[in-house]
């Protein structure tokens, strides 16, 4: 198999690591076969959307979920390191409320796969980083909700190197306690 997957704390969450074939020209790899993904997950899906963002040192997207229709998400970074945050928000969960996190970088070719149920955040440590991710259901804007990243009651040990620069939506991120949440 060419994709091997690692439970987080969470163990839904998993860390994704492609076979990655390189020499002195370069390197290749599959980002995504739909039949390895799902081997490697137990999870199939039709993503259904690919998103591209491109973010400069310490801009921090996030906590963000869709609760009508919850997005599973296949996060990779090609170029740039970033902190990759999780927050289990399903109510039912024996882990709810509890956060893992993984430093994905274009180098590593590390991804990670969050299902659906689960609040999503990265904070860019490099000068810049471009991040891709496929998404399981469309972006709906009525759907959308945010979390406050620095939410004390969640506690994410973000490794911050200065001031977070954030858009006006993340800064009004609410508190776990006030979030619209998952049964």
């Given at each position: ?129 471009e991040v891709l991710y496929k998404v399981s259901e469309y972006w709906n804007q009525a ?41």
């Open positions: 198999m060419n994709l091997k997957a690692t439970p987080t704390a969470l163990p839904e969450v998993l860390i994704l690591e492609p076979k990655v074939f390189g020499d002195e020209r370069g390197f290749f790899f599959e980002s995504f076969n739909a039949r390895s993904f799902a081997l490697a997950t137990g999870y199939s899906c039709t993503f259904v959307q690919d998103n591209h963002s491109r973010s400069v040192k310490n801009v921090l997207r996030g906590l963000h979920y869709q609760l009508g229709s919850p997005q599973g998400k296949l996060i990779r970074v090609v170029s740039g390191d970033v902190f990759d945050v999780a927050v289990d928000l399903r109510r039912q969960s024996p882990r709810f409320g509890q956060w893992t996190s993984i430093q994905l970088s274009g180098e590593s070719h590390r991804q990670l796969w969050i299902p659906p149920g689960f609040a999503h955040g990265f904070l860019v440590l490099s000068d810049e980083a759907d959308e909700r945010t979390i406050a990243w620095n939410d004390p009651q969640l506690g994410i040990a973000w490794p911050l190197q200065g001031a977070v620069i954030q858009s006006d939506k993340d800064r009004r991120g609410v508190s776990l306690a006030e979030a619209e949440l998952f049964p």
